[in-house]
């Protein structure tokens, strides 16, 4: 019996999973908001959510038309601007979001993008917390809009501003105990 160990190697030296998988895919410079959402305290729902918000792969009207599904308008329902629904226009531009964003005291220049606008949310909220503003406050503009869609609950601000508070109160039990206290003042002063 050969006592000697299997030893894989490959071109760019042993083998290991890592490496294999930086030679295929290579390295890619990414938006530092990719780095801020997976960091930060909120549920994996409300992340992979504004993933998918990010990628531009949340079923928004524009990506239904896009698959060729048939609808019978692909207008934004929270306004009547008669722009079509895209994650563009329905967390950024759209007068239902503006008005979302003012209760938070967060506004945006015209014409920024989502990468942007995280950056712009960065500026004029908390250091630490505010990738959770802008991913809870993103979370209920949808949540406002797919009530309207599917259960006929007329949109609100006033509705979007409670299902914020309300996640926003659940994250205080994820946040590390040195930011807890940070965290739930600044909670009492957000809203």
Known sequence: MNDQRDIWTSTWGEYAPSKTYRFLVGQRNVHQVYNWLWKCYCQPKHKVFFWLLLKDRLSTRNILRRKNMQLDSFLCVLCNTSEEETCQHLFID??????????????????????????????????VFFMMV??????????????????NIQPNVQTAKEIFRKEIALLSLRAKTKDSITFDLWIQNLL
């Open 94 to 127: 759209c007068p239902f979001a503006k008005q979302s964003w003012d209760l938070l005291n967060i506004s945006f220049q015209n014409g920024t993008n989502i990468n942007d606008c995280i950056t712009q949310i960065r500026n004029q909220s908390h250091p």
């Open 134 to 151: 802008a991913i809870l406050m993103c979370w209920a503009i949808w949540s406002v809009r797919n009530d309207f869609i599917f259960r």
